[in-house]
């Protein structure tokens, strides 16, 4: 077993990782019992809008070639990422624990992966501990798919979610910006910023479906000369599972002067 230290591998990630201008790499991760192997951190930044995490699996062969494996990133949701473990498993594949708070993406969330290190590397996933992982899990995946890249856009985010982990059973709401007419970040346009609601089931073992959606133009702040009103409200909000049933809120009407609060009841 040849040592790999820690400023080895803290310099190869520095290297290697991306670079996006404030750049910072993490202090590498060691299993308990083994210093040849061990899972770090890289931040890129670009100091204002941008930035993800990488992280890294670094392990030194036997002839003292040191290798590394890109595990898991952040680069569509812009999620900070924590390694929580590093464990060398009884047929010498690595599991990587890690989790974020979900800071952008509105999930906070935890996944393991497992590297097969010895002859030809295999990265896969690990099977998720509880249907809770297992939903927020599927509720990133969503929140990557949904990604809409414009200068002026809000992030796609998870806006509201419930979990019933005894029966398997979550509901969440996803938020989206779809389109703007606006120039600048304090303009208001004609129309103002579109926005989208929607409303997303998952049960246990099955991937996760949208039941509802509304979209609507609303402006920042003032009426529009070509409308007559700042646009309507698609807000939802205040989500419940109440057995077979999911209850939200709902704004009510096509003016968001005149909008009053609904509820919408959707059996599963």
Known sequence: ????????????????????????????????????????????????????????????????????????????????????????????????????GGSYSGVPWSESMRAAISGKVEVSKEEPVSFTEEAKQAMVKVVESHQHHHPLYKPTVVKESVIDEERGIAAFILFEQIDTDRLSEHGEGWLGDQFRYSLWVMKRGEEPWQIYEDHAYIRPRSKSGLTGTRGRDCTLKDLRLEGDTIRVLHSKGKRVEEQKWEELTFSI
Request: aromatic fraction near 10%; include cysteine.
């Open 1 to 100: 077993m040849a040592e790999l230290t820690a400023q080895e591998a803290k310099s190869l990630v520095s290297r290697i990782g991306p670079k996006l201008g404030c750049d910072y790499t993490y202090d590498p991760v060691f299993p308990e019992g083994r210093n040849d192997v061990c899972a770090v951190r890289h931040m890129a930044e670009n100091g204002s809008t941008y930035g993800f995490d990488t992280i890294y699996l670094v392990w030194k062969e036997p002839d003292g070639t040191i290798q590394y494996q890109e595990i898991k990133n952040s680069r569509a949701t812009k999620d900070y990422i924590h390694i929580d473990s590093v464990k060398v498993n009884d047929d010498g594949s690595v599991s990587v624990k890690f989790r974020s």
